[in-house]
Structures are given as C-alpha cells and as structure tokens.
Nanobody, 122 residues
Framework: QVRLVESGGGFVQAGGSLRLSCAASGSIVSPNTMSWYRQAPGKQRELVAGFTSTGTTRYIDSVKGRFTISADNAENTVYLQMNSLKPEDTAVYYC????????????????WGQGTQVTISS
C-alpha cells in the first residue's frame, strides 16, 4: 500500500508564503515521479510542479519564479515552497506519485494524497 500525507496548507494574504509537504510511506522505496497538482472550484485539476522520472523539474507558467519544488529523497518527501501568493492560487493542492520502485520491481499507478486547502485573500 502507498500512503501520501500532505500538510502545510492554510489561509494567507496575497503576497504571502506557504510551504506544502507531502510524505510518502508504505511500499514506496523510490517514487518514479512526484508532483503537486491543484484544483480550484469549478476547474479541472492541473499540474503545478513536479519532478520527472529523470529528476528534472517542471512548472506551469503561472507559478514560475514564485513556486519551488524540492525533495528529501531519503524521507520520500516532496515540498512545494509557494511565495508571492495570489488569489488565483487558491485551490486544493494534491500530492501525486506516478509509479514507484520497491524490492527491485516497478509498480505503475497513480497515487494521490487527500489534498490540502490553500486560500489566498486579496
């Protein structure tokens, strides 16, 4: 089993900062990809930032220069530092793992955390 636990969401004013954390536990030894998605009310879930399988990072244009994704590989934890927050960043943020390695095997699949609410006031 795979478990993803997010934390760090909250309510801040525009221009403020938040740091989200996502800890992966269970069968995961080495995630293939780890990413952050978000879903605002009435909108589709979108990829915000993530690590590809080769370790490179990618961001959607609207957060470039403001958000930074990082990871503690030893702890299978991924972080999202969010600075200069804007009201349009308001959403539920989800951690995602796309496949993982364990015991010499690769396990494909999409694994999601429960989500953490981020609300930015103007």
């Amino acid at each position: 089993q795979v478990r993803l636990v997010e934390s760090g969401g909250g309510f801040v004013q525009a221009g403020g900062s938040l740091r989200l954390s996502c800890a992966a536990s269970g069968s995961i030894v080495s995630p293939n990809t780890m990413s952050w998605y978000r879903q605002a009310p009435g909108k589709q879930r979108e990829l915000v930032a993530g690590f590809t399988s080769t370790g490179t990072t990618r961001y959607i244009d609207s957060v470039k220069g403001r958000f930074t994704i990082s990871a503690d590989n030893a702890e299978n934890t991924v972080y999202l530092q969010m600075n200069s927050l804007k009201p349009e960043d308001t959403a539920v943020y989800y951690c995602h793992v796309g496949g993982f390695y364990s015991g010499g095997y690769y396990f494909a699949g999409d694994y999601w955390g429960q989500g953490t609410q981020v609300t930015i006031s103007s």
